[in-house]
């Protein structure tokens, strides 16, 4: 099979691997569609230990069983493996399990290759009439979804009635937008600094979309989708008393929080990691359904394109908030 793999700082390459073999309860996958996320964007930069050279990178999967006990059907795929007899799997929560594995992280080579092996488990079918780049993206969705409900859970005021910002339009900044849309938010403010992207917000729908400087203050809830010591600042500050902040991106692990406020005004801190199975099979559902609208916002490549689409990430001329790659169609 052919896969794109991360070799060094900066450096993928398209290789020959021998084709999987599934047995038991897993299943061999042709992957038709694998979404860039901003956890491969770090790897690819040198800057994550758990992703060491030479590894096949790529977690967004979703594709045709081609052996195994779901043969024949279209799957997208939760990346993430846990124990079932976990405590924390028992309670419901398998991304806090400290045996979890997710693919394109070792032990486990991930989806940017033409084939991938998965336990049934791990699998939502995708029903027709839907098309597998869409499925594709239940995994970043469902970082969002997660997120937000968590949040939503412990807001003070009814969605609804709530002001909310995202900091950040990537995928996972527009996932969010659309979860909060979904499960009831009225008045959402998107703040991203990069202006190419400001179009393809806009077009999502009823969200305002600004520079973060230009954000304001007062807001119940922030999604913080970046993750650096500058929007973890910019949070604490314009948070309203009694807010919540909930954190999902992982840029770095500096200083940033104002602690004195958000105590002095009773802010709440939530920090988040991907997602759990029920999270994942309702965001599948939820694509399948239409709630996060035509899911128009991606930008299609062959695998063969793969590392100018890093590059061109890395760039930041990428209008589309994500990139997904289709192993098994070959460059025109």
């Given at each position: 099979?052919?896969?794109?793999?991360?070799?060094?700082?900066?450096?993928?390459?398209?290789?020959?691997?021998?084709?999987?073999?599934?047995?038991?309860?897993?299943?061999?996958?042709?992957?038709?569609?694998?979404?860039?996320?901003?956890?491969?964007?770090?790897?690819?930069?040198?800057?994550?230990?758990?992703?060491?050279?030479?590894?096949?990178?790529?977690?967004?999967?979703?594709?045709?069983?081609?052996?195994?006990?779901?043969?024949?059907?279209?799957?997208?795929?939760?990346?993430?493996?846990?124990?079932?007899?976990?405590?924390?799997?028992?309670?419901?929560?398998?991304?806090?399990?400290?045996?979890?594995?997710?693919?394109?992280?070792?032990?486990?080579?991930?989806?940017?290759?033409?084939?991938?092996?998965?336990?049934?488990?791990?699998?939502?079918?995708?029903?027709?009439?839907?098309?597998?780049?869409?499925?594709?993206?239940?995994?970043?969705?469902?970082?969002?979804?997660?997120?937000?409900?968590?949040?939503?859970?412990?807001?003070?005021?009814?969605?609804?009635?709530?002001?909310?910002?995202?900091?950040?339009?990537?995928?996972?900044?527009?996932?969010?937008?659309?979860?909060?849309?979904?499960?009831?938010?009225?008045?959402?403010?998107?703040?991203?600094?990069?202006?190419?992207?400001?179009?393809?917000?806009?077009?999502?729908?009823?969200?305002?979309?600004?520079?973060p400087a230009d954000a304001g203050d007062g807001f119940d809830i922030i999604i913080d989708c970046v993750g650096i010591s500058h929007t973890r600042k910019a949070a604490s500050a314009m948070v309203a008393p009694g807010g919540v902040i909930v954190h999902v991106g992982l840029g770095d692990s500096v200083e940033g929080l104002d602690v004195r406020r958000m105590t002095l005004q009773e802010v709440t801190f939530i920090g988040t990691y991907t997602y759990t199975a029920q999270d994942f099979r309702d965001t599948a559902q939820g694509i399948f359904d239409g709630i996060f609208g035509p899911l128009?916002?991606?930008?299609?490549?062959?695998?063969?394109?793969?590392?100018?689409?890093?590059?061109?990430?890395?760039?930041?001329?990428?209008?589309?908030?994500?990139?997904?790659?289709?192993?098994?169609?070959?460059?025109?």
């Amino acid at each position: 099979m052919k896969a794109l793999v991360y070799t060094g700082p900066k450096s993928l390459e398209i290789h020959q691997r021998d084709d999987l073999v599934a047995s038991g309860e897993d299943n061999l996958i042709r992957v038709d569609a694998v979404g860039i996320c901003g956890s491969d964007m770090h790897a690819y930069l040198g800057h994550d230990e758990r992703r060491p050279a030479p590894l096949i990178l790529g977690h967004e999967a979703a594709g045709l069983v081609l052996a195994g006990p779901m043969a024949g059907k279209r799957v997208t795929v939760n990346p993430l493996v846990t124990d079932p007899n976990c405590v924390y799997s028992r309670e419901g929560r398998e991304n806090l399990s400290p045996t979890r594995q997710i693919i394109s992280m070792q032990p486990r080579e991930g989806a940017f290759a033409q084939q991938l092996v998965m336990p049934t488990e791990n699998l939502v079918e995708i029903p027709d009439g839907v098309a597998v780049e869409h499925a594709a993206l239940a995994e970043p969705i469902a970082v969002c979804w997660h997120a937000v409900r968590l949040g939503v859970e412990t807001l003070f005021r009814d969605l609804p009635n709530a002001k909310c910002l995202v900091q950040g339009g990537g995928a996972i900044g527009v996932g969010s937008a659309l979860s909060l849309r979904a499960m009831g938010a009225k008045d959402v403010t998107i703040a991203e600094p990069n202006t190419v992207r400001h179009g393809v917000l806009t077009a999502l729908g009823d969200f305002r979309v600004c520079d973060p400087a230009d954000a304001g203050d007062g807001f119940d809830i922030i999604i913080d989708c970046v993750g650096i010591s500058h929007t973890r600042k910019a949070a604490s500050a314009m948070v309203a008393p009694g807010g919540v902040i909930v954190h999902v991106g992982l840029g770095d692990s500096v200083e940033g929080l104002d602690v004195r406020r958000m105590t002095l005004q009773e802010v709440t801190f939530i920090g988040t990691y991907t997602y759990t199975a029920q999270d994942f099979r309702d965001t599948a559902q939820g694509i399948f359904d239409g709630i996060f609208g035509p899911l128009d916002w991606i930008e299609e490549r062959p695998l063969d394109d793969g590392a100018q689409a890093f590059a061109d990430i890395l760039a930041g001329t990428v209008a589309a908030p994500k990139i997904v790659l289709r192993p098994n169609e070959t460059a025109h």
